[in-house]
């Protein structure tokens, strides 16, 4: 590779895009695992569960707890996307989660220089209703916009 081929490869974010909704985000590619069709997978409800978690499934032997990003992020959900709901295992701070998303667009290339940090009216109310940093930036693609999101301030508990 060519040291101008690398230097534009370490300027470029590398992220899974998926849409929640008609809402664009991203994650770093480099944090998933897999991603699998939601449908096959029941997800079973967890008493006095995080009101993030969904619930958990169990995967080739793993149980995994599924977070429901559209309720999540305040999401309606529509009955007609559901049959194309996807969850993208990811790893954060040495646990495992599923990210309930209703679509998965693929690899977003982000350059690092357009890259803004996200607002901060989206990092959450004086209570703490959304956490803090859940978006880690956000940046234009194409005509669209996509906020990256930052896994471990997406996933703290409490």
């Known amino acids: 590779m060519s040291d ?4 534009g490869a370490e ?38 569960a995080p009101a993030i978690v969904e619930g958990v499934i169990q ?13 999540r992020f305040g999401v309606e959900v ?3 996307i559901e049959r194309l709901n996807k969850l993208i295992i ?3 701070s040495g646990r495992i989660a599923g ?3 209703d679509r998965v667009v693929g ?11 996200a607002p901060s009216m989206l990092r959450g109310d004086a209570s703490g209703a959304l956490g803090e940093d859940i978006f880690s930036g956000v ?8 906020f990256v999101i930052n896994l471990d301030g997406l996933l703290r508990v409490g």
């Open 4 to 7: 101008e081929s690398r230097q």
């Open 11 to 48: 300027d470029e974010l590398k992220l899974a895009g998926f849409y929640v909704g008609g809402g664009l985000y991203g994650i770093d590619i480099m944090r998933i695992k897999e991603v699998i069709q939601a449908k096959p997978y029941k997800i079973r409800k967890v008493p006095q």
């Open 59 to 71: 995967l080739r032997g793993v149980v995994i707890p599924v977070i429901d990003l559209r309720r």
């Open 78 to 80: 529509d009955p007609e």
């Open 90 to 92: 990811v790893s954060v």
């Open 99 to 101: 990210l309930k998303v």
């Open 107 to 117: 690899e977003l290339r982000v350059d690092l220089q357009s890259l803004r940090p």
């Open 139 to 146: 940046s234009k693609v194409g005509d669209d916009m996509v």
